[in-house]
């Protein structure tokens, strides 16, 4: 004699759950906020984003003096929420085809190596920031200090402007 046994009911629930949700992904992704719009990234930013373009030889001193307080910039950046303006300054002189920072901004990047990493963690994780660089085509891996004022930021990046 044989014995049957019943379809297993569990199949037709599931079954019909992931139908359900392949159905509604489209419909998520709709509510998405995109950042290829110039809107969606002002939304996401909220504050006006700056460049400027100069020499790190023409503001060492300033880039030192950032790089010097990394620590206290990165617990900003991870506290940043709303800022008046955000400045990209470019050290157009430091970028990677020019062979990167002078020497005295160099050995003071190579002091604070870990540090900067960190920032550049709290960057990526800091939408309005990571927005702002994103919207002027800087990789975070360029920033090589931050400088707060107020609510206000000066970004310095190794990298050119993109033309």
């Keep these: 004699m044989t014995t049957t046994k019943p379809p297993n009911s569990k199949w037709p629930h599931a079954l019909a ?10 419909a998520v992704a709709a509510f998405a ?6 809107e969606a990234v002002d939304a996401i930013i909220g504050s006006e984003v700056r460049q400027e373009e100069t020499s790190a030889e023409a503001v060492p ?9 990394t620590a206290e910039s990165t617990k900003a950046v991870r506290t940043a929420t709303k800022l008046d303006q955000v400045d990209i300054v470019f050290l157009t002189d430091s970028a990677k085809t ?3 920072p002078p020497p005295a901004i160099e050995s003071k990047v190579a002091e604070h190596r870990q540090e900067i990493e960190q920032l550049r963690d709290e960057i990526e994780g ?3 920031l990571y927005h702002a660089l ?10 090589l200090a931050v400088s707060f004022d107020k609510a206000n930021v000066v970004i310095y990046a190794a990298a050119k402007p993109p033309r």
Excluded: W, Y
Aim: charge should be negative.
């Design 17 to 26: 759950a992931a139908t359900l949700l392949a159905a509604a992904l489209p």
């Design 33 to 38: 906020q995109g950042t290829k719009s110039q």
């Design 61 to 69: 001193d300033k880039v030192v003096a950032a790089i010097e307080k």
């Design 98 to 100: 020019e062979g990167g």
């Design 126 to 128: 800091n939408a309005m």
């Design 134 to 143: 994103d919207s002027r085509q800087v990789l975070v891996e360029d920033v």
